[in-house]
């Protein structure tokens, strides 16, 4: 007979194990997701799902990378570079960081706007900083503990998408064969489209995130550092794997039904480009019906409002990690004054962005080829310091994580480097 008592404490002890990865790797979906893996369905139909699936190992491989070396050293990365090399290579991880990162808040906070103007047409501006405000209020105002509770529920939103492959009539057959089979042509537009997928999957604030998190939980479980206690690691090793796992695993069913979706309502009646929110929710009628764009501003809203703090966030560890500023979700505003003024200052440089005029659909595509070309260096750097024995002690990244870290790593440089040739 089971025993109801063990039971709960097994359930408890799975949703304790679920946090980080699974909050980082909704926040993968943000707008700029949503967007870019839209414009590709219906650009390109079935024929890069494949890319998709490539992603998804390489992905887990950096995270996983990243979070150890939070779980490992006690601090982020940006702490780790200023310890360990040159303050150049720190200065140029944190300036990639701060562009990469704003641009984004930008994109998102503008296509927020655009899906609620949907809904309840009105002043974008207004919706823009609307937004803003609001993510930076919950970032400042709740606590660490109840504020990943609240980011673990926004996920919900997602599920949207994943539903429209089951509901749609989609040729089975052409799906498969865009999973399985590679399909590249070396045109410019098919190297962007790539260079999108991969930036947005693997972007650079996840890194810097992902690390930062781990401390975190460090923290609110009143842990030490695992290079402290090395013999002991393998459980809590083994508790963030399995997170980090699931969380990009969300990331990849939902990307894959967007693009899915996208190819098999869009592409298939020939629209093969999207200028607007409204022709980005008509992927969901097939689901929603004349609920479409109510709909996809909720799963707009929703990923963005869990996106945008995930990004103002990774950009206040890494300026206060380089210079040694009091950092942390779980302080007080008081206690970390420019940590918080740094998540209130990056969302305001994403408002500010939306005053240039440009479409939101066509900013959350190229915010996406920003990220992917930003992103290699940074995870070059992040490899060296996961690989450095004076960082991480005796817990350097095993072999085969770090095969594919540099494989995951050399994949974002040949993709960037097609791109920019072709």
Request: hydrophobic content about 55%.
């Amino acid at each position: 007979m089971n025993d109801p008592t063990a039971e709960r404490v097994q359930q408890r002890d799975l949703l304790d194990a679920i946090g980080p990865g699974l909050v980082t790797g909704a926040a993968d979906d943000d707008p700029s997701g949503i967007g870019t893996y839209s414009q590709v369905g219906a650009q390109f139909g079935y024929s890069l799902g494949w890319a998709m699936l490539l992603s998804f190992p390489l992905l887990v491989a950096i995270q996983l990378i990243c979070a150890e070396i939070g779980a490992v050293t006690g601090h982020g990365i940006a702490h780790n570079l200023r310890r360990h090399y040159p303050r150049p290579l720190l200065v140029l991880a944190v300036s990639l960081l701060l562009i990469a990162n704003v641009i984004n808040i930008g994109a998102d906070l503008g296509a927020m706007a655009a899906a609620l103007d949907l809904l309840i047409p009105g002043p974008t501006l207004l919706y823009t900083f609307g937004f803003g405000a609001l993510a930076v209020g919950l970032e400042v105002m709740l606590s660490y503990e109840r504020y990943s509770g609240v980011l673990k529920w926004t996920t919900l939103s997602l599920f949207a998408y994943i539903a429209i492959p089951f509901v749609a009539r989609l040729d089975a057959g052409e799906v498969l064969h865009g999973l399985a089979v590679p399909a590249f042509s070396f045109t410019h537009a098919a190297a962007m489209a790539l260079v999108a997928l991969f930036g947005t999957t693997i972007s650079p604030y996840l890194f810097f995130w992902q690390a930062g998190q781990e401390v975190e939980e460090l923290h609110r479980r009143h842990e030490a550092p695992l290079g402290l206690h090395a013999r002991a690691a393998g459980v809590r090793l083994g508790r963030i794997r399995f997170d980090i796992v699931t969380g990009m695993a969300v990331t990849l069913l939902t990307a894959l039904a967007i693009v899915i979706a996208t190819a098999g309502t869009l592409h298939a009646h020939g629209i093969t480009e999207i200028t607007s929110a409204a022709q980005a929710a008509e992927a969901l009628r097939p689901l929603a019906g004349e609920w479409t764009f109510a709909l996809f501003a909720i799963g707009i809203i929703g990923t963005g409002m869990l996106g945008v703090p995930v990004l103002a966030g990774s950009v206040a560890y890494g300026l206060s990690e380089t210079f040694g500023w009091a950092e942390g979700l779980d302080r007080r505003p008081r206690e970390a004054r420019a940590f918080y003024a740094t998540i209130a200052v990056a969302t305001l440089g994403g408002f500010l962005l939306n005053l240039t005029g440009v479409d939101p659909m066509k900013a959350l595509y190229w915010t996406a080829v920003v990220n992917g070309l930003l992103a290699p260096p940074l995870m070059i750097l992040t490899m060296l310091v996961a690989r450095n024995p004076h960082a991480m002690g005796r817990l350097t990244i095993p072999p085969a994580l770090t095969v594919f870290g540099w494989l995951s790593t050399a994949v974002m440089i040949v993709v960037g480097a097609v791109f920019l040739w072709l």
